[in-house]
């Protein structure tokens, strides 16, 4: 079964579909040089896009912080990353 591309427009913006990880470094610039990628514990480091994504944030001037969750990441989970990261 193969599910189409969609984007859910509230906030948070989920973006879903094959290919759409190549957006993110584009989508990343419009809301400036700074990103928080929140991933599963092991599922980004294993994936065969880590390094593409990464090399395109460079490429872009983007600096990243990595978070990574047990379990799937949550809309949740930037503002416990956020909190974490505050002590």
Avoid: C, N
């Avoid at 584009?26 to 990464?54: E, M, N, Q, W």
């Amino acid at each position: 079964m193969i599910i189409e591309s969609f984007d859910l427009s509230r906030l948070p913006r989920i973006s879903f579909g094959g290919g759409r990880i190549a957006e993110v470094p584009d989508l990343v610039r419009t809301f400036g040089k700074r990103a928080l990628l929140i991933t599963g514990k092991h599922s980004f480091l294993d994936s065969p896009y880590r390094r593409t994504l990464l090399d395109e944030l460079r490429r872009r001037d983007i600096d990243w912080l990595q978070e990574s969750v047990s379990g799937e990441p949550s809309p949740q989970s930037p503002s416990a990353a956020h909190s974490g990261a505050a002590q």
